[in-house]
């Protein structure tokens, strides 16, 4: 089976004015707000990063979910295989937009003296700071930043190249299902070691250089994953609303709705378990973390974000039904992309812009011209091979699905 | 309670249980039920099975478990037995949350382990008539509902020429019941006259 994706004019030119929605955004930020005082500057480079960051982890969830069903020898993926490789062949489109974002922010951002968003990258005379710089300084946020995006677009290329291989390989042959089994162990090894766990911590714990979680990572990861099973599904309902992916049933879609809906309440888990000990603890160098988020300027983000990525998932995607229905997965996607956005947002801007957050054009406008890059770019990568893994050993098993 | 007349036919083969099933249905004899030794898959959907309300009702003991949790801390916390922890108010809905997850999720599960057990008409303690005793090794048990309208040799013969390897008439219990020795007793009686 061959089935060949043409890029629709009218998702072309979508992802084209998002872009240059993007763009312009960006001029006009560039000239107003660079120009402007401390605060309008430091607004124009903690959005890029939010966004920057946001973008980059949600795509890499692709790779990650590659990783995981390959595994475990899942079958039902390799129906809508290509989608999750188009995306994880595009991480490093979003690793070096990030990588130039972030690595700016650490060492050329510089505002009357001072590092508005990192603070750590001046540690003298703050004792907490110095005490961590062995771990957070500019050295090692370099290194963690470049190994981790290298990392990442290295294992979202190479999975997209070995499924490629797949099909010119003899019929029935499963040397490479074997091969992308070991490349899957080491992909999740290195997912490990930094979305997991670290990375997360450099580029957005690091914002709120003095406070401090362990949990940070596993709430961060919980974001981008219910965000990149919610931005598969999208692709995937997308090309079928097109007339592509014949082999995509509601069976399929059925289980996407299900890793969304668990996800939202596994993000939900962490983020309430973070937020628990700390309200437990009391300590007043935790506390201020929540009290400007909760109850502080933040507090309306705050309650809208636990409304939209857990109340409203739980309550509509508990049902099987909701789940087999397009439109109502199609409308959660959005819901919960957009929700974890704010997520993000919540996470990055009240360090650098206290209790004066904005959330209008210049925000809404960078949200815009990340996704219409994302779609531009995977949209064209999902044109150049077939959307059918037709060689995959278990292709006749995702065909067979059963939800 | 009612005993009843039976036609049971056994099968030794799942692609000969797939067809039989479907000439049963077709056949206007009344399907009492199938046994399997394991889960069949694509068996439910054979026998023509609706999906039952069993996660409605989950969601229902959920929402009690839910309730009761909530309402019993806060009624405790802040009415009946008010006391100070660490400064924090008396209604502390974060310290009510693990407590409030935790009884769902005991509500929900055990509601619909009893739910199913009594959609199953299985329970510890209870009984039902076994119709083979190899239905829980290596045979499939079709057993179909006879009464005074449908003569016994017919459906045996239907049966047989469904393929299958063993078939016998019996007279059984229906439901289920409390297992007694004395009642165990009669229903060897009854089942031994046929």
């Known amino acids: ?403 | 309670m009612a005993i009843k007349k039976f036609a049971v036919g056994c099968y030794d083969d799942e692609a000969v249980l797939f067809p039989a099933v479907e000439k049963v249905r077709n056949s206007g004899y009344k399907l009492h039920d199938v046994y399997t030794p394991f889960p069949v898959h694509g068996l439910d959907k054979a026998l023509g099975h609706k999906e039952t309300d069993l996660h409605v009702a989950g969601f229902i003991y959920g929402i009690t478990g839910t309730a009761t949790a909530l309402g019993f801390m806060s009624w405790i916390f802040t009415s009946d037995w008010p006391l100070n922890f660490g400064g924090k108010p008396h209604f502390a809905l974060p310290a009510f949350i693990p407590i409030t997850f935790e009884t769902t999720v005991l509500f929900a599960a055990v509601g619909m382990v009893l739910t199913f057990c009594y959609l199953n008409q299985i329970m510890p303690g209870v009984k039902k008539h076994v119709f083979h005793k190899r239905q829980s090794d290596d045979l499939f048990v079709v057993v179909l509902e006879l009464n005074e309208h449908v003569s016994e040799q017919e459906a045996i013969d239907f049966l047989k020429s469904t393929g299958t390897v063993e078939t016998s008439v019996q007279i059984a219990e229906s439901e289920w019941w409390y297992g007694r020795f004395d009642k165990e007793e009669e229903y060897e009686k009854l089942n031994a006259t046929v």
């Not at chain 1, 020898?73 to 995306?87: D, L, T």
């Not at chain 1, 299900?258 to 596994?266: D, G, R, T, V």
């Open chain 1, 1 to 403: 089976m061959n089935e060949r994706f043409e890029l629709p004019a009218r998702l072309r030119t979508t992802s084209i004015v998002l872009m240059l929605v993007g763009v312009l955004v960006l001029v006009i930020g560039g000239a107003t707000l660079l120009t402007g005082d401390h605060h309008a500057q430091t607004r124009f480079w903690i959005v890029l990063l939010q966004n920057s960051v946001f973008f980059l982890m949600m795509a890499v969830v692709s790779v990650f979910i590659q990783a995981a069903a390959s595994l475990a020898q899942g079958g039902w993926i390799v129906a809508y295989k290509r989608v999750p490789e188009a995306i994880g062949a595009n991480v490093w489109v979003f690793g070096a937009i990030a990588a130039v974002i972030l690595l700016f922010i650490a060492f050329g951002l510089n505002i009357d003296g001072h590092n508005p968003i990192y603070h750590w990258t001046h540690p003298e005379g703050d004792k907490i700071l110095e005490g961590k710089s062995a771990f957070l300084n500019k050295g090692m946020f370099a290194g963690f930043t470049i190994v981790t995006i290298a990392l990442w677009a290295f294992f979202g290329y190479k999975f997209r190249a070995l499924s490629l291989a797949q099909e010119k390989a003899p019929t029935n042959s499963t040397k490479i299902y074997w091969t992308m089994v070991k490349w899957s162990a080491g992909f999740l090894l290195v997912y490990a070691l930094t979305q997991m766990s670290t990375t997360p911590w450099m580029w957005l714990m690091s914002i709120d250089a003095h406070w401090y979680s362990t949990m940070f990572s596993w709430y961060t990861f919980g974001s981008a994953f219910v965000s990149g099973m919610a931005l598969i599904l999208l692709f995937v309902l997308s090309l079928k609303n097109h007339g592509y992916m014949q082999l995509v049933t509601k069976e399929h879609t059925h289980d996407l709705g299900k890793w969304m809906f668990a996800f939202s309440i596994f993000w939900t888990y962490v983020w309430f378990a973070q937020y628990m000990l700390i309200w437990y603890g009391n300590i007043p160098e935790e506390t201020t973390y929540f009290k400007i988020r909760q109850q502080g300027p933040y507090g309306l983000i705050w309650y809208s974000v636990f409304i939209i990525n857990f109340v409203v998932p739980i309550l509509v995607l508990m049902s099987r039904p909701s789940k087999r229905n397009y439109f109502t997965v199609t409308f959660m996607a959005l819901a919960i992309i957009f929700g974890h956005w704010l997520d993000f947002y919540i996470i990055s801007m009240p360090g650098p812009m206290g209790a004066d957050w904005t959330l209008s054009w210049y925000e809404l406008g960078v949200f815009a011209g990340f996704a219409g890059l994302l779609m531009f770019v995977v949209f064209n990568t999902l044109t150049k091979a077939s959307l059918v893994t037709a060689n995959h050993p278990l292709l006749k098993e995702a065909v067979l699905h059963e939800s």
